[in-house]
C-alpha cells in the first residue's frame, strides 16, 4: 500500500501540462481564426482580378474564333475551286456592267468641259464698219462683265477660213467684193444658258453691231444626255447590286442547309446565332473580293481590247482620246462595295435560315 501511493501522487502532477497543453491549443486556435476573418477581403480582391483577366482572355478568344473562322471559310472555298469561281464571276458580271457605264459617264463628263470651253458667241458688225470703229466696238466688248476673252475676224481672215474649211480655193477667188462683215468670237465667263442670253442681249445693243449669233442647243443636249446616263448608271448599279445579294444569298443558303445538322448540335451545346453566323460572313466576304478582283481584271481587258479602235477612231478626226480607267480611289471603291455586298447577302440569307432552325 505505501508502494502505490506514489504511483498515485503523480498523477494530479500530469494535469497542469495537459492544462497547459489545452491553453496552447486554445491560443493557436485564436491566432489561426485571424486569417479567416480577413479571408473574405482577399477573396473579394482575388474575385476582381479574376474578372478582369476573364474579360481579357475572352477577347483573345473572341479574336482567335474571327481568325480561324476567315481562315476555315477561305480553305472551304479553295476546295471547291469550280462552283466558287463561277459564283464569283456571277458577282464580278453584275459589278462590271455599272462600273462600266460609270467610266463612259467620266469620259462624257471631259468631253463636256471641252465642249464648254468651246462654247462661244459670235458678234457681226455691220459692212459698213471700218477697222477703226471695229476695234472700239471690241473694246466695249471686253468691258462688259460677262466677257472672259474675245477674238476679231476680219473680212479677209473670214474669208480665208471660209475656203479652207470648203476647200474651194479658187472658186470663191473671183469675187469682186468679200461679202462677209467683220466679226468677233466672245468666250464668255460662263455658259450658263441663261447668263449668254442675257450677254447677247445687251452686245445686240452695241452700235454698229448686226447680229449676235448663240447656238447651244447642242450642248443642251449633251447636258440632257449626261444627266440621263448618270440616272440609268445609278439605276443599274441599284438593280445590280441586289443581283449580287441573291447571287450570294442563294450560295450561302446552300451552305447553311447543307450544315443543317452541324448547326443544330452546335446550338443545342449553347452556341449564339452570332457564333452560328460567323463563319458564313467570312464566306460571303471572300465571295465579294474574289468578285471584285474578277471585275477590276474584266474592266482592266476591256479597256486594252478598246483603246485601239478608240484612239484610231479619234484620230481619224483630228483628236486624242483615251479611254478611262479606275484609279487606285476607284478600284477601292468597287472592291468595298463587292466585299459588302457579299457580307450583306450573306448575312440576309444566314439570319433568314437561323430563324427556322430548331435544334432537338
Same mark, same amino acid.
Given at each position: 500500500?505505501?508502494?502505490?501511493? +506514489?504511483?498515485?501522487?503523480?498523477?494530479?502532477? /500530469?494535469?497542469?501540462?495537459?492544462?497547459?497543453?489545452?491553453?496552447?491549443?486554445?491560443?493557436?486556435?485564436?491566432?489561426?481564426?485571424?486569417? #479567416?476573418?480577413?479571408?473574405?477581403?482577399?477573396?473579394?480582391?482575388?474575385?476582381?482580378?479574376?474578372?478582369?483577366?476573364?474579360?481579357?482572355?475572352?477577347?483573345?478568344? &473572341?479574336?482567335?474564333?474571327?481568325?480561324?473562322?476567315?481562315?476555315?471559310?477561305?480553305?472551304?472555298? =479553295? $476546295?471547291?475551286?469550280?462552283?466558287?469561281?463561277? *459564283?464569283?464571276?456571277?458577282?464580278? @458580271?453584275?459589278?462590271?456592267?455599272? /462600273?462600266?457605264?460609270?467610266?463612259?459617264?467620266?469620259?462624257?463628263?471631259?468631253?463636256?468641259?471641252?465642249?464648254? #470651253?468651246?462654247?462661244?458667241? !459670235? =458678234?457681226?458688225?455691220?459692212?459698213?464698219?471700218?477697222?477703226?470703229?471695229?476695234?472700239? @466696238?471690241? #473694246? /466695249?466688248?471686253?468691258?462688259?462683265?460677262?466677257?472672259?476673252?474675245?477674238?476679231?475676224?476680219?473680212?479677209?481672215?473670214?474669208?480665208?477660213?471660209?475656203?479652207?474649211?470648203?476647200?474651194?480655193?479658187?472658186?470663191?477667188?473671183?469675187?469682186?467684193?468679200?461679202?462677209?462683215? !467683220?466679226?468677233?468670237?466672245?468666250?464668255?465667263?460662263?455658259?450658263?444658258?441663261?447668263?449668254?442670253?442675257?450677254?447677247?442681249?445687251?452686245?445686240?445693243?452695241?452700235?454698229?453691231?448686226?447680229?449676235?449669233?448663240?447656238?447651244?442647243? &447642242?450642248?443642251? $443636249?449633251?447636258?440632257?444626255?449626261?444627266?440621263?446616263?448618270?440616272?440609268?448608271?445609278?439605276?443599274?448599279?441599284?438593280?445590280?447590286?441586289?443581283?449580287?445579294?441573291?447571287?450570294?444569298?442563294?450560295?450561302?443558303?446552300?451552305?447553311?442547309?447543307?450544315? $443543317?445538322?452541324?448547326?443544330?448540335?452546335?446550338?443545342? @451545346?449553347?452556341?449564339?446565332?452570332?457564333?452560328?453566323?460567323?463563319?458564313?460572313?467570312?464566306?460571303?466576304? &471572300?465571295?465579294?473580293?474574289?468578285?471584285?478582283?474578277?471585275?477590276?481584271?474584266?474592266?482592266?481587258?476591256?479597256?486594252?481590247?478598246?483603246?485601239? +479602235?478608240?484612239?484610231?477612231?479619234?484620230?481619224?478626226?483630228? /483628236?486624242?482620246? !483615251?479611254?478611262?480607267?479606275?484609279? =487606285?480611289?476607284?478600284?477601292?471603291?468597287?472592291?468595298?462595295?463587292? *466585299?459588302?455586298?457579299?457580307?450583306?447577302?450573306?448575312?440576309?440569307?444566314?439570319?433568314?435560315?437561323? *430563324?427556322? @432552325?430548331?435544334?432537338?
Amino acid at each position: 500500500m505505501k508502494r502505490s501511493s +506514489p504511483r498515485s501522487t503523480t498523477t494530479p502532477s /500530469a494535469t497542469p501540462r495537459q492544462a497547459t497543453s489545452r491553453q496552447g491549443g486554445a491560443a493557436r486556435k485564436r491566432s489561426l481564426a485571424k486569417p #479567416e476573418a480577413a479571408a473574405p477581403d482577399t477573396a473579394s480582391r482575388s474575385g476582381a482580378r479574376y474578372q478582369q483577366t476573364r474579360f481579357s482572355s475572352r477577347l483573345r478568344a &473572341w479574336g482567335r474564333h474571327h481568325r480561324a473562322m476567315a481562315l476555315d471559310s477561305l480553305y472551304r472555298l =479553295v $476546295r471547291h475551286p469550280l462552283g466558287n469561281l463561277l *459564283t464569283m464571276l456571277a458577282i464580278a @458580271i453584275a459589278l462590271v456592267l455599272p /462600273a462600266a457605264l460609270w467610266l463612259t459617264l467620266d469620259s462624257a463628263k471631259l468631253l463636256n468641259t471641252e465642249l464648254d #470651253e468651246s462654247a462661244t458667241l !459670235t =458678234v457681226y458688225l455691220d459692212v459698213s464698219v471700218d477697222e477703226a470703229q471695229a476695234v472700239r @466696238i471690241e #473694246e /466695249a466688248v471686253v468691258a462688259d462683265e460677262g466677257v472672259a476673252g474675245t477674238r476679231r475676224i476680219s473680212p479677209e481672215q473670214g474669208m480665208a477660213e471660209f475656203q479652207e474649211s470648203l476647200g474651194v480655193d479658187d472658186t470663191l477667188a473671183g469675187l469682186e467684193d468679200n461679202p462677209l462683215p !467683220t466679226s468677233i468670237v466672245i468666250a464668255p465667263q460662263t455658259v450658263d444658258p441663261q447668263a449668254m442670253a442675257g450677254l447677247a442681249q445687251r452686245l445686240e445693243g452695241l452700235a454698229g453691231v448686226d447680229e449676235v449669233r448663240l447656238d447651244l442647243a &447642242w450642248v443642251e $443636249r449633251l447636258r440632257h444626255l449626261a444627266e440621263l446616263g448618270r440616272r440609268v448608271a445609278l439605276a443599274l448599279g441599284v438593280l445590280f447590286g441586289f443581283g449580287v445579294l441573291l447571287v450570294v444569298g442563294n450560295t450561302i443558303r446552300l451552305a447553311v442547309e447543307s450544315r $443543317r445538322r452541324e448547326i443544330e448540335v452546335v446550338m443545342l @451545346i449553347g452556341a449564339t446565332h452570332a457564333f452560328v453566323r460567323r463563319p458564313f460572313l467570312y464566306s460571303g466576304a &471572300w465571295y465579294g473580293v474574289g468578285g471584285g478582283l474578277l471585275a477590276l481584271g474584266l474592266l482592266g481587258l476591256g479597256n486594252y481590247w478598246l483603246s485601239l +479602235p478608240v484612239a484610231a477612231l479619234a484620230a481619224s478626226y483630228g /483628236a486624242s482620246f !483615251t479611254l478611262p480607267q479606275l484609279d =487606285v480611289t476607284g478600284s477601292t471603291i468597287l472592291l468595298s462595295c463587292s *466585299t459588302l455586298l457579299g457580307w450583306l447577302g450573306a448575312w440576309l440569307a444566314v439570319t433568314r435560315h437561323l *430563324t427556322s @432552325i430548331r435544334p432537338r
